[in-house]
């Protein structure tokens, strides 16, 4: 099983691109039925769920033989 060694800079800016982009969009009440308002525990669950969902993902991308030749598999 290989273990992926991923960019802290990277991943630290991935999630906080992804938590001000959810704050943005909350303020403006798209998320929520009044705006001016920003919910802090659900963005504090997003940014404690993120990096563990990101690097299940690398993880599996790392182990799994088909992923890097799905481009190759599906050209037409």
């Known amino acids: 099983m290989k273990f992926p060694t991923p960019d802290p800079?990277?991943?630290g800016t991935t999630i906080l691109v992804v938590l001000?982009?959810?704050a943005v969009l909350e303020y403006v009440g798209l998320f929520s039925e009044g705006s001016g308002t920003?919910?802090?525990?659900?963005?504090?669950?997003v940014g404690l769920?993120?990096?563990?969902?990101?690097?299940l993902i690398s993880l599996t991308g790392a182990n799994v033989a088909w992923i890097p030749e799905w481009n190759e598999l599906n050209r037409e």
């Open 49 to 55: 769920l993120l990096p563990v969902a990101m690097y």
């Open 20 to 22: 001000a982009t959810l």
């Open 9 to 11: 800079t990277e991943y």
């Open 38 to 45: 920003v919910d802090v525990p659900y963005l504090v669950g």
